[in-house]
């Protein structure tokens, strides 16, 4: 047992140097991430046929928004499509396509992406809704995403993601804003284990405590959640993404 321990604090260590290693490395050529993302690169599809123009997801697609996202997080999401560690069990093609870009191109492709300066756009419900999902209460999920829900051990989201999960770079990501059926399909997802790259199975953790209102209701929160509180429009300064 306690060489178990060891080693899962070992591992969890070690995955923790590695981001902060990505975080003060080579931080991609953003031009050329911008070809792929328009162009695609080989047999590899321009990613902005599934993500959008702009890279801001699509709902009908169940595509997450990548724009703003940061750029340690993308790099790590599109190396653990690259080497299997996350399954792309949605459009079933980001394997694929991960593996058909070199190291440096998914790190331009992540600048690139990361640089995007787009405006706060939430997945639109009633389309969301007449595509068949289950829409939940703001509220509700406003709440459980800013004080949690302490007596079922599920922590406020915005006690890693930082204020109304807006992100916390390097290592937590940007949820404020992201597509709704993106959001509820990856919590689902963490819940079940079918997605398992998440930093010392923080995300497991939480979601297995987490019931489909919760996900319905937190997923129509975070689709809306402004980045800023009213008298103060100002953000803390973006981390450094490109050359």
């Known amino acids: 047992m306690r060489i178990t321990k ?3 604090v070992f591992a969890a260590v070690s995955a923790l140097f590695s981001v902060q290693a990505l975080a003060s490395g080579d931080n991609g050529n953003a031009a050329n991430g911008k070809t792929i993302f328009e162009q695609g690169k080989g047999a590899v599809p321009a990613c902005n046929s599934c993500h959008g123009a702009e890279g801001l997801g699509d709902d009908s697609m169940g595509t997450p928004r990548l ?5 340690v997080f993308i790099v790590k999401q599109l190396s653990d499509f690259a080497n299997d560690k996350r399954m792309d069990t949605t459009m079933f093609t980001m394997n694929t396509n991960a593996k058909g870009l070199s190291e440096e191109d998914r790190r331009d492709v992540a600048a690139y992406v990361s ?3 787009s405006p706060d756009t939430a997945s639109d419900m009633k389309q969301v ?7 939940g209460v703001r509220y509700l999920g406003k709440a459980l995403a ?3 829900a302490p007596e079922r051990d599920v922590p406020a989201c915005h006690s890693c993601h930082g204020f109304n ?3 916390a770079a390097p290592i937590y990501p940007r949820l404020a804003n992201q597509r709704y059926v993106y959001l509820v399909n990856q919590l689902k997802k963490w819940r079940d284990g079918s997605r398992a790259n998440d930093l010392m199975g923080q995300m497991r953790k939480v979601a297995k405590n987490l019931s489909d209102d919760d996900i319905y209701n937190v997923a129509a929160f975070l689709t809306s959640a402004p980045l800023t509180t009213v008298g103060n429009g ?3 300064p ?4 490109s050359h």
Request: aromatic share 6%.
């Open 6 to 8: 060891t080693l899962v």
């Open 67 to 71: 724009a703003g996202q940061g750029y």
């Open 115 to 117: 640089s995007l300066d």
């Open 129 to 135: 809704k007449e595509l068949g999902n289950t829409v």
């Open 146 to 148: 800013q004080y949690g």
């Open 165 to 167: 999960t807006r992100g």
């Open 234 to 236: 100002r953000l803390p």
């Open 238 to 241: 973006a981390p450094h993404t």
